[in-house]
């Protein structure tokens, strides 16, 4: 396995176990800095003596049932991947899907062509077949399907739930796959970067995207807030139909939908693969038509992706009298990050889920990795249950098909056929590989608050803790009137298990 050095990033993750005898009470020291990656270290080093910075634990405060952490099957994953020789690419879905690697149990695929397929495409692009005669999985056998496969082949458990990024383009009002024409799009991406002045190179954190074609013209433009889908009852129950198509098909070849989303980011109309939505149509699309014909599937109906802010876009679904019936539960991503707080409280019943995390800009650096962490903090602080990566994995350096450039947990050279690992990865690998369903996060008090703990059915607490300065930092963690203390590496993050 090929891991390459970090651009200043550290993860250091400790695992305390109950022990009425040994020094610290540490039963495991995981770290991961710049240089070396997930390396065991000697607990000898944990201390009693209580430092400034502080980390509370009380287990009786335990949050939300975590589910299970995932990521994406895509095109361009799979395409990347199959440039390995077929030991790498196995070492590859071991280190991610196993349980003695990223531990990737709870995963998101596309149900048609999304922002990072090959092309578009969708499961039946006949126009005007409401019986869905011509509906087919070609496209996915190519590479969806052995992408999913070979991952159920370490780990035949797996979770996997579906959106659509768009409907067949026949369905739309615009009879295309986009929302967005190619000249109102580039024009765009051309006064930002004039804008910037050179300045995007000075920011880590800074969007990368390449003018694209799309072969939208400016008449089909749809606007967000208007409704990009056909809303007649013919085509609502076609689509109804091509869900429950694509859950059969599937299911005859050996992978089973647990769970399926209307919609992709409903309010975005984006320059590749998009539909926008009115929250109304929605509702009256899960309500009548999408959430009885899942029903019969026994698939879970669950109302997303939600991209924005606004939390009256959710609960025109949640509150409708219909939709409520079969939606367990929402979906959160990008700025719908700041909806979630709301909601949730509006709605304690409900499954909570990011469902896409922000996807960079491809530099796979320190910066976008600590963003990752305050991201998965933020929406799991929040009541998530299961957390969502995108990129699987992308050729180093490579844009979309439709001109952006992001992050991924892997990246493969497409001229030397060698692969890493990112600093995205083991933040994300730094708490799935310890949690099991139904291990619920704690929820913690003191001084230092860039930290994270979760209770395991066995009793252990797995506290995980990042030191963002550029020096070593002493944290301890106060546990059952016991103290934890370690020396944080500088930029790092840092965990650990008692009872």
Same mark, same amino acid.
């Given at each position: 396995?090929?891991?390459s050095?970090?651009?200043a ?22 770290s ?9 270290? /000697? *607990?000898? !080093?944990?201390? /009693?003596?209580?430092?400034d ?20 099957f895509n ?6 991947l ?5 030991n ?11 349980k ?6 709870? @995963?998101?695929?596309?149900l048609g ?7 578009y495409? /969708? ?7 409401f ?5 087919? *999985? ?7 399907i052995?992408?999913?496969k ?8 797996l ?15 615009n009879?295309?796959?986009a ?16 804008s910037? !002045?050179?300045?995007?190179?000075? @920011?880590?954190?800074r ?27 013919? +085509?609502?129950?076609? +689509?109804?139909?091509?869900f429950?198509k ?5 299911k ?5 939908i ?12 984006? $320059? +590749?693969?998009? $539909? ?10 899960i ?25 009256a ?29 709301k909601?949730r409280?509006?709605?304690?019943g ?19 990795a600590?963003?990752?962490?305050d ?13 969502c990566?995108?990129?699987t /994995? ?6 979309s ?13 497409d001229?030397?056929?060698e ?12 708490t ?14 003191g ?11 066995n009793?252990?607490?797995?506290v995980i ?7 070593p ?9 016991k103290?934890?203390?370690? @020396? ?12």
């Amino acid at each position: 396995m090929k891991i390459s050095n970090f651009l200043a990033l550290g993860l250091f993750s400790l695992v305390l176990s109950s022990c009425a005898s040994g020094r610290s009470g540490i039963k495991e020291w995981t770290s991961t800095t710049m240089d070396q990656p997930w390396q065991q270290q /000697s *607990t000898a !080093n944990i201390t /009693s003596a209580q430092a400034d910075s502080t980390i509370a634990i009380d287990i009786t405060k335990t949050d939300q049932a975590i589910e299970g952490f995932g990521t994406c099957f895509n095109e361009q994953g799979w395409a990347s991947l199959s440039a390995l020789d077929k030991n790498q690419r196995t070492s590859v879905m071991k280190e991610l899907f196993s349980k003695e690697g990223g531990n990737l149990t709870y @995963n998101r695929m596309p149900l048609g062509a999304n922002d990072f397929a090959l092309e578009y495409y /969708s499961l039946d692009d006949t126009d005007g077949d409401f019986a869905m005669k011509d509906f087919n *999985t070609r496209e996915d056998e190519k590479t969806l399907i052995p992408f999913i496969k070979a991952a159920l082949a370490v780990n035949p458990d797996l979770y996997l739930w579906a959106s659509p990024w768009t409907p067949p383009a026949w369905m739309k009002v615009n009879k295309h796959y986009a929302c967005h024409p190619e000249s109102s799009w580039n024009t765009m991406i051309e006064n930002f970067k004039a804008s910037m !002045n050179g300045k995007p190179d000075d @920011n880590p954190l800074r969007f990368r995207l390449e003018t694209m074609k799309n072969g939208l013209s400016t008449e089909g433009l749809v606007k967000e807030g208007q409704d990009g889908f056909i809303q007649k009852p013919e +085509y609502l129950q076609a +689509y109804a139909d091509y869900f429950a198509k694509f859950v059969d098909a599937y299911k005859a070849k050996g992978i089973k939908i647990s769970m399926v989303m209307p919609q992709n980011e409903f309010n975005s109309n984006q $320059c +590749y693969p998009s $539909c926008t939505w009115k929250a109304a149509s929605l509702a009256n699309f899960i309500g009548k038509y999408l959430g009885p014909a899942m029903q019969r599937k026994g698939v879970d109906v669950f109302f997303g992706t939600v991209e924005r802010a606004n939390p009256a876009l959710t609960d025109t679904v949640l509150n409708d009298a219909d939709a409520k019936k079969y939606v367990k539960g929402v979906s959160f991503q990008w700025a719908g990050k700041d909806a979630l707080p709301k909601i949730r409280k509006e709605h304690p019943g409900l499954f909570y889920v990011q469902s896409e995390q922000e996807c960079g800009n491809g530099l796979n650096n320190w910066e976008g990795a600590m963003h990752s962490w305050d991201l998965m903090k933020q929406y799991i602080g929040n009541g998530v249950r299961a957390y969502c990566y995108w990129n699987t /994995s992308l050729f180093e350096n490579k844009a979309s098909r439709w001109g952006w450039y992001q992050n991924s947990l892997v990246t493969v050279n497409d001229t030397t056929k060698e692969y890493k690992f990112t600093p995205e990865y083991y933040v994300l690998k730094h708490t799935s590989h310890y949690l099991s369903k139904d291990d619920k996060r704690l929820i913690t008090s003191g001084t230092f608050s860039d930290a994270m703990a979760y209770l395991t059915a066995n009793g252990t607490v797995i506290v995980i803790a990042v030191n963002k300065t550029a020096s070593p930092m002493k944290v301890s963690i106060l546990l059952k009137g016991k103290t934890y203390t370690a @020396n944080l590496p500088a930029l790092s993050i840092n965990s650990m298990i008692a009872k």
